[in-house]
C-alpha cells in the first residue's frame, strides 16, 4: 500500500474504486509529467450523498454539506489520478483544482464550498497539495450533483 493511500485510510477516507464515466469521456488523461483527472462528482458506493442547489434556505442543499460533497469529489478525483499513475506516491504536486457549485443566484459561498476538496488535498499530500484553484457556481450539474471537481496534478 501506497503512503498516500494509507494517510487516506487514516485520515477515514479509503481510495475508492474509479466512478463510472456518465457520459463519452475517461476518467483521466496524462500527458508529459501531468495528469488531469475528468470532473468527478461526489459518489459513494455509485450513489450521489445529496443531490440540488446549494443556499442558506430550506430545501437546499446546506453549504456545510456540500463542502462535505467536494471532499468526496476530490476522493474520487485520486481514485482516478491512480488509475492513470498508477501510484499515488508519485504524485509531486497538485497543480491546480477547478470546482464547480450548483447554486442558487443569490449565493456567494463557491469558495467555501470547494475549500472541502482544497483542505483536503492539503490533509492528504503536506505543502505538495497547495495549490491553484478556481471555484465557479453554475446553475446545474449532472446527475443534479450539488458539486463537482477536476484537478490537474504532476508526477514524476
Known amino acids: ?13 479509503p481510495l475508492p474504486a474509479v466512478a463510472l464515466p456518465v457520459a463519452a469521456y475517461v476518467p483521466s488523461v496524462v500527458t508529459g509529467n501531468l495528469c488531469f483527472t475528468s470532473g468527478q462528482l461526489p459518489f459513494v458506493d455509485g450513489k450521489l450523498p445529496a443531490a440540488g442547489k ?5 430545501g437546499l442543499v446546506d453549504p456545510a ?15 482516478a489520478l491512480k488509475l492513470a499513475i498508477g501510484d499515488l506516491d508519485r504524485v509531486t504536486r497538485i497543480v491546480k483544482v477547478v470546482g464547480f457549485v450548483a447554486s442558487v443566484p443569490e449565493f456567494t459561498g463557491q469558495p467555501g464550498v470547494i475549500n472541502g476538496a482544497s483542505e483536503f488535498l492539503g490533509e ?11 471555484a465557479v457556481g453554475v446553475p446545474v450539474l449532472p446527475l443534479d450533483s450539488a458539486v463537482e471537481v477536476e484537478l490537474i496534478a504532476e508526477f514524476k
Not at 54 to 58: H, I, M, R
Open 65 to 79: 454539506a456540500a463542502k462535505d460533497l467536494a471532499r468526496l469529489c476530490a476522493l474520487n478525483a485520486l481514485a
Open 124 to 134: 492528504v499530500f503536506g505543502d505538495a497539495g497547495v495549490h491553484a484553484r478556481s
Open 1 to 13: 500500500m501506497s503512503r498516500i493511500e494509507a494517510r487516506l485510510i487514516e485520515l477515514g477516507y
Open 54 to 58: 446549494v443556499g442558506e434556505t430550506e
